[in-house]
């Protein structure tokens, strides 16, 4: 069992959902993110419904690298280890290519890959140090395929994100080290509060099916596999212009 789980991004969204729901299965939790009064404000929530387990919050954004690498050392030190890293804090599209909208672009890229980066490396100092443990990269099932419109810089960084986990699956073959991509399709969250897609799926379902797939500690996996496991092929292959009309 992965005792101690470190989760980024954890003080809204689909990040305090699986803390919440790691919490119900009485693991302790190392929780960062930008929002510290959120975070504390889940913590008291965790701790009052589950006395049993720990829970300690830092304030981090994962685009101030040298930061990152400071608040998992220190996670990692209260704690005496850390069992399982979920790389989830991100940022939403950004626009359309050759738009303007580069700062949006570059911000997706930076959060999304770059920050995802930086916490892979600092996780890995410390499971390679320890000798085991399990790291989680929350990508996306748009990294399957290149994406038009505002969804073309974040599908690309999400690629690069799933990308990272195959290589550092191959690092980690025949070790007690795994690792974890997780492809979440629609599910609804802080990062898309208004959108209606058909495939929208409630948080707690989202949660629920992530949360599942991280506990298999499967190599990937598209979440929720309905209807996710049946699309995910035909959006590799649909034909250009189909796609740039679904998205």
């Not at 980024?8 to 689909?14: D, E, I």
């Not at 850390?82 to 738009?99: E, F, M």
């Not at 099932?141 to 419109?149: E, F, H, I, L």
């Not at 590799?236 to 998205?247: C, E, I, Q, S, T």
Request: charged content about 20%.
């Amino acid at each position: 069992m992965r005792k101690v789980i470190l989760i980024s991004g954890a003080s809204s969204g689909l990040g305090a959902g699986m803390a919440r729901r790691f919490a119900a299965l009485g693991r302790d939790l190392a929780l960062c993110a930008r929002r510290v009064d959120r975070l504390e404000a889940l913590r008291a929530e965790l701790t009052a419904a589950h006395p049993g387990i720990r829970v300690s919050v830092r304030a981090l954004d994962v685009t101030d690298h040298d930061a990152v690498f400071a608040v998992f050392g220190a996670f990692a030190e209260e704690f005496g280890g850390l069992d399982r890293v979920v790389v989830n804090a991100g940022v939403g599209k950004g626009r359309p290519i050759g738009t303007g909208g580069f700062a949006a672009n570059r911000r997706a890229v930076e959060t999304n890959f770059v920050g995802a980066l930086a916490q892979a490396e600092a996780a890995m100092e410390v499971f390679y140090r320890q000798g085991h443990g399990h790291l989680v990269l929350i990508s996306s099932v748009s990294a399957v395929r290149g994406m038009p419109g505002s969804v073309a810089a974040y599908a690309a960084a999400k690629a690069a994100v799933s990308a990272l986990a195959e290589g550092l699956r191959a690092d980690t073959l025949r070790t007690p080290i795994a690792v974890s991509a997780i492809l979440p399709g629609y599910i609804h969250s802080e990062m898309n509060p208004e959108e209606r897609a058909p495939l929208l799926a409630s948080t707690e379902r989202g949660v629920r099916s992530m949360v599942r797939a991280i506990e298999r500690e499967v190599a990937s996996a598209c979440v929720p596999g309905w209807p996710w496991r049946l699309l995910v092929p035909v959006i590799r292959h649909v034909p250009l212009g189909v796609l740039k009309k679904a998205f």
